[in-house]
């Protein structure tokens, strides 16, 4: 007969096991015990599998969390023309007055106004104004899907 016996829990009962076959058994023929054990003892059924103790899953690193947006989600703020917002698909902008919808589409801020529509994304800058007014620019900080965070500034 062979016997695998893997982990403590293992060792344990094939000592078990051993302890009850020692030859004492009078049923088999053998001298009756001396003595009797009262500890308990675990029986482990034929055929199924003895446990492993557990190992510690490793905590996996984690990733670098988005960063924040220095006015949040507070566009108001964007009034003045400068402004650092966190846009979770869609918002509206106020900027020299007049409403700006901006959306974010596959890491992209969109921005239409009345008399613009521009785009950006990953690194790019766009740039847009009109003769004798200010130049506003506008850039993403960071973006994941349909998340960005939009840096606006305006000059003269």
Known sequence: MRV?????LGVMAVLALGA???????????????????????EVPSGTPMEEPSTPTPTPTPTPSFPTAKDGQNYAACSDGNC?????????????????????????IKLKGPSFDISVKGNGMSSWGSMGGPMHSAA?????GATAILILRTRG
């Open 20 to 42: 009850c076959s020692s030859g004492n058994d009078t049923a088999a023929g053998g001298d009756s015990p001396a003595t009797t054990s009262s500890a308990p003892t675990s």
């Open 140 to 144: 993403v900080k960071a973006a994941d």
């Open 4 to 8: 695998i016996v893997r982990g403590v």
């Open 84 to 108: 650092e917002v966190l846009i979770r698909k869609a918002a509206t902008l106020k900027l020299d007055g007049k409403k700006v919808a901006v959306t974010v589409v596959d890491e992209a």
